[in-house]
């Protein structure tokens, strides 16, 4: 089997990150924190997800001039991804997540979005054809509105962060992924498009609806939890890898949730990405 032709538009950033104890509470200051810098950034995470796990995949994004441009995609370059259409942004920084995990793996993220906020719709024409393209909420949505008209069999958004998404974009998308507070905060117009919606529900798994009818539900795999960053995106890379391939919705969602599991049992967002092989090895025990 070729490899599929995966398209993303999104978000490259520089995570910053302090392991603690606990995480503070407004107002608070906690110490004793070891720090960290990761690649990261939604759009280039899921990227990675797909490379690794078998597609050619092509990032539309924006960064800096800045020295933290090359860290941002350093392992995006390492792993083979298309960087041809990524910009240099001679206005703006390149993007920054501030991070703070926790003894038992639970985070908080602030993104300084920099160049990211300036991913135009100009910087998406003549992306593509592609088997799927894959966006999330991470860049400005005239963006996204361009990425919507790549030639593509599969149309993705992955809504995080949520905030208001035009009713025809969330129509138009072949696959809309959420976890449950990005679920609750779209409420019934998640499901009023005829593609496949992805809901991923932390402890309790994920479930696929078609048409706002489940066709699939995975339990979530039992392992131990390390870091939890970037697990999502995993999941999001992993599901439109195996649609781009035609695998069966529950095939599909099988795989993504073992992709995502066994990112939590690593540290930082694109270090802890798992490969096709870890993947696959993983399913092949847990059958
Ligand atoms: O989903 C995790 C990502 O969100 C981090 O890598 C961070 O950069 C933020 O974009």
Request: glycine fraction near 12%; proline fraction near 3%; include cysteine.
């Given at each position: 089997m070729s490899a599929?032709?995966?398209?993303?538009?999104?978000?490259?950033?520089?995570?910053?990150?302090?392991?603690?104890?606990?995480?503070?509470?407004?107002?608070?200051?906690?110490?004793?924190?070891?720090?960290?810098?990761?690649?990261?950034?939604?759009?280039?995470?899921?990227?990675?997800?797909?490379?690794?796990?078998?597609?050619?995949?092509?990032?539309?994004?924006?960064?800096?001039?800045?020295?933290?441009?090359?860290?941002?995609?350093a392992l995006l370059r390492a792993d083979g991804v298309d960087l041809s259409r990524i910009i240099e942004d001679e206005n703006a920084p390149t993007g920054v997540a501030l991070i703070a995990v926790d003894a038992a793996g639970e985070n908080m993220i602030v993104v300084a979005s920099g160049a990211n906020a300036h991913l135009e719709p100009r910087d998406v024409a003549g992306a593509g054809p592609a088997d799927a393209v894959l966006c999330q909420l991470e860049v400005p949505l005239g963006a996204i509105e361009a990425a919507a008209t790549i030639d593509t069999g599969l149309f993705a958004i992955n809504l995080a962060p949520a905030m208001p998404v035009p009713a025809?974009?969330?129509?138009?998308?072949?696959?809309?992924?959420?976890?449950?507070?990005?679920?609750?905060?779209?409420?019934?117009?998640?499901?009023?498009?005829?593609?496949?919606?992805?809901?991923?529900?932390?402890?309790?798994?994920?479930?696929?609806?078609?048409?706002?009818?489940?066709?699939a539900r995975m339990p979530v795999y039992a392992v131990p939890v390390i870091d939890t960053v970037g697990a999502g995106d995993t999941f999001c890379g992993a599901l439109a890898v195996a649609l781009a391939e035609g695998m069966e919705d529950g095939a599909a969602l099988r795989f993504a949730s073992a992709a995502g599991a066994l990112a939590v049992t690593r540290e930082g967002a694109q270090p802890s990405l798992p490969w096709r092989e870890e993947v696959e090895a993983f399913l092949k025990d847990k059958a």
């Open positions: 599929a032709k995966i398209v993303i538009v999104g978000s490259a950033n520089l995570d910053l990150v302090a392991a603690c104890e606990s995480l503070p509470a407004p107002g608070e200051t906690v110490t004793g924190a070891s720090y960290a810098e990761y690649p990261g950034g939604k759009g280039a995470n899921q990227t990675l997800a797909a490379r690794r796990l078998g597609a050619e995949v092509s990032m539309v994004a924006r960064v800096g001039t800045d020295a933290n441009a090359e860290k941002a995609l025809e974009l969330l129509e138009r998308a072949d696959l809309l992924i959420a976890n449950e507070a990005e679920a609750e905060f779209y409420g019934d117009a998640l499901y009023r498009g005829s593609g496949l919606v992805a809901v991923t529900l932390g402890g309790e798994g994920a479930i696929l609806y078609r048409e706002g009818q489940e066709v």
